[in-house]
């Protein structure tokens, strides 16, 4: 089991400028989870955002961040960022890290919420015009 709490959102950003959320885990076994970042607006769904490849260190992102966000992860310190850059207003939401012990493929990319077994408590983040 994992226990997820994330950090680094809370305040007002304006467009343009560069924020980066971290997410502390627990356990032992971190680096076996798949990590992935998801957020959510109010009166929308939670929306994938980034993710890793489980084997290997290839990422993924959503259409709507490739290009201008980051995700890493540090295993030794059981740790996974986000880089956020050229914040947009439409990138104001809740974000979630998230961790998945599921099995799918080696190759596969967890864009899917369900996959996940485990979500932090969430950091808002809230981009001005």
């Known amino acids: 089991q994992v226990q997820l709490v994330e950090s680094g959102g809370g305040g007002l950003v304006q467009a343009g400028d560069s924020l980066r959320l971290s997410c502390a885990a627990s356990g032992r076994t971190f680096s076996s989870y798949v990590m992935g970042w998801f957020r959510q607006a109010p009166g929308k769904e939670r929306e994938f955002v980034a993710t890793f490849r489980r084997s290997g260190s290839s990422t993924y992102y959503a259409n709507s961040v490739n290009g201008r966000f980051t995700i890493s992860r540090d295993n030794a310190k059981n740790m996974v960022y986000l880089q956020m850059n050229s914040l947009k207003p439409e990138d104001t939401a809740k974000y979630y890290c998230?961790?998945?012990?599921?099995?799918?493929?080696?190759?596969?990319?967890?864009?899917?919420?369900?996959?996940?077994?485990?979500w932090g408590q969430g950091t808002q983040v809230t981009v001005s015009s």
């Open positions: 998230a961790a998945s012990s599921r099995y799918v493929s080696d190759t596969y990319y967890y864009t899917d919420r369900f996959l996940y077994d485990y």
